[in-house]
Each structure stands twice: as C-alpha cells, then as structure tokens.
C-alpha cells in the first residue's frame, strides 16, 4: 500500500522568506501527486497536481513543486510567502489510473504560519 | 454551481444516538468519497463510492454507512456514536471519466461533529 509522509510538521516563516514544505511517498508503480491547501474553518483546496510530462509543476497563489521519482518526492516550494499563505497544507498520492482505484491517500499535513 | 455541499455544519450528539450526515454535489460526478480529519492525522478515507449504486469501504469504515441512490447524494451515517467519532468530516467529489481525467477531487466546507 503506498504512504506519504510529511517531513514536517508545522513550518514557521517570515513574510516574503521562501518555503519548502517537503513531501515523500512510497510506492513501487506510477502515482499521481497532489498539494492540497486548507485555510483555517475550510475545505481542501487544490494547489496543483503532478499526472505526467514536465516533472516541474506550477500551481495557484505562486506554488510551485517537483516530481522527483528517484528520490520519491513531491516538494511543494514558493520563492516569497505572504502572511495569506498560513495554512495548513497537505500531500496526497493516487496509484495509477483509470480502472476503479480513484482514492487519495493523505499525508498528515503541514501547518505553514508566515510571521510579519 | 453549488459544488459540493455538505450539511449540518455543526452537530453535538451523545453517545449511542444515530445521525446521517448530507452530501450532495451538482457536478455531475461519478466518484463521491468521505473522510475525516483529525489533527495530526491528516484525512483518512472513511467509505467512497464509484457511481450511483456501488460504494465500498476506505481506510476506516468501522461504525459508518454509506449508500448512493443517485449521482448527486452521498450521506453518512453514524448509526450508534461514539466518542472516537468526534472529528471533523469531509466529502469530496471528483469526475474520473471526464475528458482528460482531471483527477482533481472536490472537496465540500466539511461537518464538525462532537460526541459527547
């Protein structure tokens, strides 16, 4: 079965300081990646997903990640944070694709907190 | 749109008392999922379903039910609560046979639940 796993807990960063929050996973076949983002009393949010192609992803508010499959990492990363990027941030990994196995398997989350 | 809606919002319950948590979504989805949250575990996948009529179980079913009449509803049910179901709960939608297979999962503003 695969996992994911989050190196780190919470993040403390200071506003326009660059951010790395790191994601590995385990898995002997292809995976789909995702970053999801919840801010605080919300849902999840899609930050941006990895299917296939360029190994280096771009997604919404300035996110960007790259797909690394020799080190199984999927490392989520933004140049300049903002004090509305605090949240709680999480990785997830779907096996393959098509056929009936859509689910999601989540890592623990990070919580990111930008600081003034 | 709507999205995914979920309702109640909030609820108390005690121990031993039955509830049924909404889902719907106006998406047109084929693939609807629950989780729950619980701080420091991440999401873990309760039941999800793959079309209307076929739903199985996730990463912790025990003393949750699912069904799936229709595309658009996916409720919940907590047959005899428990405190170990305090948590708060999530449903996610997302449409695998849609063109390109987005593979983006939808998630609803969640149900925060307190079993006393």
């Known amino acids: 079965a695969q996992s994911v796993t989050q190196l780190d807990s919470q993040v403390p960063v200071f506003e326009e300081a660059p951010v790395e929050l790191r994601c590995n996973y385990s898995?002997?076949?292809?995976?789909?990646l995702f970053w999801y983002v919840q801010y605080p009393n919300q849902g999840l949010q899609l930050l941006l997903k990895?299917?296939?192609?360029?190994?280096l992803v771009k997604g919404i508010n300035g996110f960007e990640a790259e797909f690394n499959k020799s080190q199984t990492s999927f490392h989520l990363r933004k140049p300049s944070v903002h004090i509305s990027d605090t949240a709680e941030y999480f990785c997830a990994v779907r096996i393959g694709s098509g056929g009936s196995n859509y689910k999601l398997t989540f890592g623990k989350g990070t919580l990111l907190t930008v600081n003034p | 749109n709507a999205g995914v809606t979920q309702t109640p919002k909030f609820q108390v319950l005690k121990t031993g008392q039955s509830m049924t948590l909404q889902c719907a979504q106006d998406m047109n989805h084929e693939y609807m999922s629950w989780y729950r949250q619980d701080p420091g575990m991440g999401l873990r996948l309760i039941h999800y379903?793959?079309?209307?009529?076929?739903?199985d179980q996730g990463e912790v079913p025990n003393g949750y039910n699912v069904s799936r009449s229709t595309t658009e509803d996916f409720p919940l049910r907590l047959l005899s609560a428990a405190p170990s179901q305090t948590s708060v709960y999530f449903c996610?939608?997302?449409?695998?046979?849609?063109?390109?297979?987005?593979?983006?999962?939808?998630f609803g503003p969640g149900t925060r639940l307190l079993v006393l």
């Open positions: 990895y299917l296939s192609g360029s190994t």
């Open positions: 898995s002997s076949v292809s995976v789909y």
């Open positions: 996610a939608s997302s449409h695998p046979k849609s063109q390109g297979y987005q593979e983006t999962q939808y």
């Open positions: 379903s793959v079309g209307a009529g076929i739903t």
